[in-house]
T-cell receptor, first 113, second 115 residues
């Protein structure tokens, strides 16, 4: 069965600095990878996804993620963090075929002014 | 287009009671998934429905059940509530099942508190 791990519960970064939120996954076939963000008392919002093609995927709000098949990773990145980026970030993976979308436990990002 | 709507937004129940939560997907979306979100466990998958058929089921006890109607609206039911069922229940819709790369669109959730 597919699984996803977010090794950091919390990431702190200064405003203006680059940020990285880590994600590793395990699937039996080709992965479908997603990042979502959750602001307080809100549902999840889609940020970006990797299906196939270019390993560097660009998404909403200046975020991007790099798919690395050999390391089974899909880290979320942003060149310059904003205070408004502070939120809970979830990585998710779906395996090929009729399988559910499985989420990591989330990483709380705090951007400090 | 209106987003995914969930009703009610907040619910307080006591142990042993049952509860029904409702989800209306985005117009035209035929796939609906349900998740339970708790601080300790993160997001855990409950069910996925497409065209009134349950396609996947997560590892939850039989007290948790769901269904989908012909208009794609979905309900989930939890019987014999336990304190541990207190959580945010999220519903998500996507255009098609079988297109595994489709992103899901989430509703705001129903906050269930079991006393």
């Amino acid at each position: 069965a597919q699984s996803v791990a977010q090794p950091e519960d919390q990431v702190n970064v200064a405003e203006g600095n680059p940020l990285t939120v880590k994600c590793t996954y395990s699937v039996s076939g080709n992965p479908y990878l997603f990042w979502y963000v959750q602001y307080p008392n809100r549902g999840l919002q889609f940020l970006l996804k990797y299906i196939t093609g270019d390993n560097l995927v660009k998404g909403s709000y200046g975020f991007e993620a790099e798919f690395n098949k050999s390391q089974t990773s899909f880290h979320l990145k942003k060149p310059s963090a904003l205070v408004s980026d502070s939120a809970l970030y979830f990585c998710a993976v779906r395996d090929e075929g009729n399988t559910p979308l499985v989420f990591g436990k989330g990483t709380r990002l705090s951007v400090i002014a | 287009k209106a987003g995914v709507t969930q009703t009610p937004r907040y619910l307080i129940k006591t142990r042993g009671q049952q509860v029904t939560l409702s989800c209306s997907p985005i117009s035209g979306h035929r796939s609906v998934s349900w998740y339970q979100q708790t601080p300790g466990q993160g997001l855990q998958f409950l069910f996925e429905y497409f065209s009134e058929t349950q396609r996947n089921k997560g590892n939850f006890p039989g007290r948790f059940s769901g269904r989908q109607f012909s208009n794609s609206r979905s309900e989930m039911n939890v019987s014999t509530l336990e304190l541990g069922d207190s959580a945010l229940y999220l519903c998500a819709s996507s255009p098609l099942a079988g297109s595994w790369g489709n992103e899901q669109f989430f509703g705001p959730g129903t906050r269930l508190t079991v006393l």
